[in-house]
């Protein structure tokens, strides 16, 4: 008897009436802390090729010359140099410009004569430019873009290659990203597709663009930028990927009117 009152007289301390236990709660609160380790990441978008097809492709012109273009120009007021040169260079090339902006790339592109422009592609970043198929088709749609992987074990370079044995000159930017308009930091990678396949490299010099657009930011201000394209550079015999590398490194700072030891030349 001394037990059982013992454990009523607790169970009063412990805040139980009537005798009846306390119900679970129905449903249970899921907390996330983060992404999910288990769940896939959603795969990037293929490359678009059908949008280089001749109907697509007069869609692009005409979006490129009735919007893309002159908007380009009202705020770059753009100043082109050495691009009638092109008019004999061989093609097709690797077209290789520093890269300050994001509007780098229509700016080039309205500086190419239009038989260099219509055999073009511009190798757009997969993991920013084809991360769901919206994004691939209005990039490639507007740009005439293909998807490179910046991952560094090679695919990228494959793919520029086999558009280069299609008869396709490619745009890509040694830099591999914005880089506030200097010319430093060149990446192998386009060294290594031009000695792989022979193709003439485009040393293009880009400035003015790092102030009119900033990186990871909008249209900024109204400037002007200056396109000046460079005597292609041709792969020598047994040459190295590093001295290539060096030759198209110095020969796009030279545009700029420096050196590759920041010293002024002779240009500017």
Not at 176 to 203: D, I, K, N, Q, Y
Not at 242 to 258: D, T
Request: proline fraction near 8%; include cysteine; hydrophobic fraction near 35%.
């Amino acid at each position: 008897m001394r037990f059982a009152e013992g454990g009523r007289a607790l169970e009063r301390l412990a805040g139980r009436s009537g005798g009846r236990a306390p119900r679970p709660p129905r449903r249970w609160r899921t907390l996330r802390a983060g992404p999910d380790p288990w769940r896939e990441a959603p795969s990037e978008a293929p490359d678009q090729a059908w949008l280089r097809r001749r109907g697509p492709s007069l869609v692009r012109g005409g979006l490129q010359q009735g919007l893309l273009f002159p908007a380009t120009r009202v705020f770059t007021a753009p100043i082109v140099e050495g691009a009638d040169d092109l008019a004999h260079a061989p093609q097709p090339a690797v077209i290789a410009p520093n890269h300050g902006s994001d509007v780098d790339t229509p700016l080039v592109l309205l500086s190419l004569p239009h038989s260099w422009r219509s055999r073009t592609l511009v190798g757009a970043a997969s993991d920013r430019f084809y991360r769901n198929r919206f994004f691939a088709v209005m990039t490639g749609l507007w740009i005439n873009t293909f998807p490179f992987d910046r991952s560094g074990d090679g695919r990228g370079i494959a793919a520029a290659a086999e558009l280069l044995r299609d008869g396709h000159n490619v745009l890509l930017y040694p830099q591999g990203t914005r880089s506030a308009g200097t010319t430093e930091g060149f990446r192998s990678g386009v060294a290594r597709l031009c000695v792989a396949t022979g193709a003439p490299l485009v040393p293009v010099h880009v400035s003015g663009t790092a102030l009119i657009m900033p990186k990871d930011r909008g249209l900024s201000r109204r400037g002007t930028a200056r396109v000046r394209f460079g005597r292609p550079l041709m792969p020598r015999d047994g040459e190295e990927i590093e001295e290539f590398l060096e030759r198209a490194n110095e020969a796009v700072a030279e545009l700029g009117g420096r050196g590759r030891d920041g010293r002024r030349t002779g240009r500017g």
